[in-house]
């Protein structure tokens, strides 16, 4: 479903990484790791489609990604670690935008706004502003926007990050479900000990290109023990909270 050829992005000058190949199929969840400034979100944004690579090709359902925006695009459904929407806007006024924009019928409109308010239970605050939602409702109400085009591709920045017990443990659930309806999961993340029980394959990016791909199953070695060991030379010196890497804004689209 996702296929990545000899993929670069380079910002500002800066080679982010080089010569990556690897492909998800459908049913499968892929975690995509690697430490801070290793450039996971910026390529969750190239798969995305709202950052263009360097060089390279990002296939999507057999179609170059970035030839074939029109037809991609309906097909993914990306939810950032950070969700601000429209803060002036309910949430019911929020995926009304969304329906309108994904052309949802108009006569089924109201149904699907309504099923996905129940399905990520957020129905009982459907008429408050996005700008009073905390960051779990406001993360309820991005996948509830997903929902309502039911793609076949997820894409996840850090979905756990900032979560409660109880929201980790739904959103684990939720995301193993979206892998047995068939669908195609990109998990990016730098905790391996939370995605290991839940996906399927793992990359791990380092010193600018994949030091590590395979599916779980067939890795002996505990996928967080691994993590450690191929990151260590390629983390920063201290930690920050900056950014994962800078963010190319120059090709922004909407998915």
Not at 90 to 111: C, P
Request: net charge negative.
């Amino acid at each position: 479903m996702i296929e990545v050829q000899d993929l670069s992005k380079s910002v500002e000058g800066n080679v982010i990484f080089a010569d990556l190949t690897f492909r998800v199929d459908s049913g499968e969840h892929l975690a995509l790791m690697g430490a801070n400034g290793s450039g996971k979100s910026l390529l969750l944004r190239i798969l995305a489609t709202l950052t263009k690579p360097t060089s390279g090709v990002v296939k999507i359902a057999g179609h170059d990604a970035f030839s074939n925006l029109r037809e991609v695009r309906p097909l993914i459904g990306y939810i950032p670690e950070t969700f601000d929407g429209y803060p002036h806007l309910s949430i019911v006024e929020y995926l009304e935008f969304f329906a309108a924009a994904y052309q949802l019928d108009k006569i089924g409109r109201a149904t699907a706004i309504d099923d996905v308010l129940n399905l990520m239970d957020i129905a009982a605050i459907a008429h408050r502003k996005i700008a009073s939602l905390s960051k779990g409702e406001k993360q309820r109400l991005c996948l509830a926007k997903t929902f309502l085009h039911d793609p076949v591709i997820w894409l996840f920045d850090e979905p756990l990050s900032g979560l409660d017990v109880r929201g980790r443990l739904e959103l684990s659930t939720l995301i193993q479900e979206l892998s047995a309806m068939d669908k195609t999961v990109v998990t990016a993340t730098n905790r391996p000990g939370e995605v290991a029980p839940i996906c399927t394959h793992a990359v791990i990016l380092a010193n600018g290109g994949l030091a590590f791909s395979d599916t779980i199953a067939e890795t002996e070695v505990i996928l967080e023990e691994l993590f450690l060991q191929v990151t260590t030379a390629d983390r920063p010196v201290e930690e920050s909270n900056e950014p994962d890497t800078p963010i190319d804004t120059s090709d922004e689209g909407t998915v």
